[in-house]
């Protein structure tokens, strides 16, 4: 008989409770996790045009993901039913994929979770539907930029506090509202785990990352108000004064020097206009 070992400890956080540190290996299963979830956005990319039906997309990244011998994490997590979010323009996350055709002028959230060997890789990017008014592509653009600073302060030593500093200070500087109520998470063998990591804060405040933390950074940024309702599917959130929102999403580790991103695209994609 053989028994798995533990592929992490756990430090205490007087306010996010205990906070899992992960092992070398564990790294090495959240990168195949990663890797496989930002190929699904990748294989995605071409079929993101207009007229394309959003439930044709999920298909798409669910037999992807079922052909890699992996799962998706969204199926059957509380009650959801699909493997991906498909949230457009003023869907802020968690659209749900459907009989909607995409159109010109749209701006796309896809977000994938999936389970590869009991590791989570989470990850999201917009896209752009034809041709998009400068406005909605500024937006898209600050929103990338967000998430990048927030991984550029993710580094031991530093805090969430920080990380969410980061993000915040430069979508009001763009004046654009961070969404609050909807934060990024701790990831690894669970799907939502401690840390919480909201996107605003104030610098030194907050959990005091360490090498060996594992979490997503998913900023949603609006052009108009922070505010969010929810539609009566029970999922889909929008903004409040319908302004556009646009989201982009990382999970990465902390480690020795900084963060690796794990859901990086082997493509080289970063944010749109996606090349080839
Ligand atoms: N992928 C989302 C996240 O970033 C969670 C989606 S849960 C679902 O945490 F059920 F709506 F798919
Ligand atoms: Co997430
Ligand atoms: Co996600």
Request: net charge negative; aromatic share 6%; charged share 20%.
């Amino acid at each position: 008989m053989t028994t798995a070992a533990l592929d992490y400890v756990t430090v205490s956080d007087p306010s996010e409770g205990s906070i899992r540190l992960h092992t070398p290996a564990a790294f090495e299963g959240m990168r195949k996790a990663g890797r496989l979830a930002a190929e699904v956005l990748d294989m995605l990319t071409q079929h993101v045009v207009p007229e394309a039906v959003t439930l044709d997309l999920d298909r798409l990244a669910y037999e992807h993901v079922r052909a890699a011998g992996a799962d998706s994490a969204t199926i059957f997590y509380r009650g959801y039913s699909h493997s991906l979010c498909i949230s457009v323009n003023h869907v802020v996350c968690h659209g749900i994929p459907s009989a909607r055709k995409l159109k010109d002028g749209d701006i796309v959230n896809i977000d994938v979770t999936v389970v590869v060997d009991g590791w989570h890789g989470d990850t999201s990017r917009m896209f752009l539907v034809g041709d998009v008014a400068l406005k909605a592509r500024r937006l898209v653009e600050v929103t990338y930029e967000c998430l990048m600073r927030g991984i550029d302060m993710a580094k031991p030593g530093n805090t969430l506090g920080d990380v969410g500093h980061a993000i915040q200070s430069h979508a009001e500087r763009n004046r654009m509202a961070v969404v609050r109520d909807f934060c990024g998470h701790g990831l690894g063998r669970v799907f939502h785990d401690a840390p919480n990591v909201v996107h605003l804060g104030k610098p030194g405040r907050g959990v005091l990352l360490r090498p060996g933390m594992f979490f997503t950074i998913e900023p949603m940024i609006n052009l108009g108000g922070s505010a969010v309702k929810l539609l009566d599917d029970g999922w889909t959130a929008v903004t409040r004064d319908r302004s556009l929102s646009a989201q982009f999403e990382h999970s990465i580790g902390i480690t020795e020097t900084g963060a690796e991103i794990f859901t990086a695209s082997p493509l080289g994609h970063t944010a749109p206009p996606y090349a080839g």
